[in-house]
């Protein structure tokens, strides 16, 4: 079973990998690869990724997790998933095969009657899809969130089959859906029609 750990500036390299293989795995054939690569390139920058970092560990806002090839250590504390969870990692915890991260933040000012918890990205590598590590992640996520939240809220593009089959395996219903803003972002050349996204809860 996957360990899932606090995500460290050291998992960088890895966690741009993982969003690299998992999003040409799922939009190549709607985006285009070109606007995948310039698209997480973007996203998925070093000094932005640094900055989403410290700023789970500085002021305490939602968590910033990643999956790793660990076999369960005896006496560490194990999640409904069987995943392990360790928050601060140990050199050798550290040195572990990463093969998925999840990012989770609080809401919005305009949610905050709500209480709801916004799930910003989730990527696994495709070659461990189907193995666990996606929910063992959103586990933990929503686990490290304190009881005042009510909702765990995300957006996924509307052709994301890969995206849409996990969430709502997991729990997840459809509320809402919108066009995506996503357009802004891209060579509008590259894609046939607009672009719409669904918006998906979920009870915490």
Do not use: C
Not at 103 to 132: C, F, H, K, M
């Amino acid at each position: 079973m996957p360990r899932i750990r606090s995500a460290t500036l050291e998992d960088v390299p890895a966690i741009r990998r993982i969003a690299s293989e998992s999003w040409h795995a799922v939009y190549d054939d709607i985006l285009g690869l070109e606007t995948v690569d310039a698209l997480t390139n973007k996203w998925y920058a070093v000094e932005g990724l640094e900055e989403s970092l410290e700023r789970v560990a500085k002021r305490d806002a939602g968590a910033f997790l990643v999956a790793t090839r660990e076999s369960t250590d005896e006496g560490k504390p194990a999640n409904a998933t069987g995943a392990t969870f360790a928050a601060t990692p140990s050199s050798r915890e550290r040195s572990g095969s990463v093969v998925g991260f999840v990012q989770g933040t609080p809401g919005e000012r305009a949610e905050t009657a709500r209480r709801v918890a916004v799930l910003n990205r989730i990527y696994v590598d495709p070659d461990s899809w189907g193995d666990g590590v996606g929910s063992a992640l959103l586990t933990a996520l929503e686990q490290a969130f304190d009881d005042s939240f009510e909702t765990l809220r995300l957006r996924v593009l509307a052709d994301n089959h890969v995206g849409i089959s996990f969430y709502e395996s997991t729990g997840f219903e459809r509320v809402e859906t919108q066009h995506s803003d996503l357009e802004a972002e891209i060579d509008e050349t590259e894609v046939d029609g607009e672009l719409e996204e669904h918006v998906y809860e979920k009870p915490l």
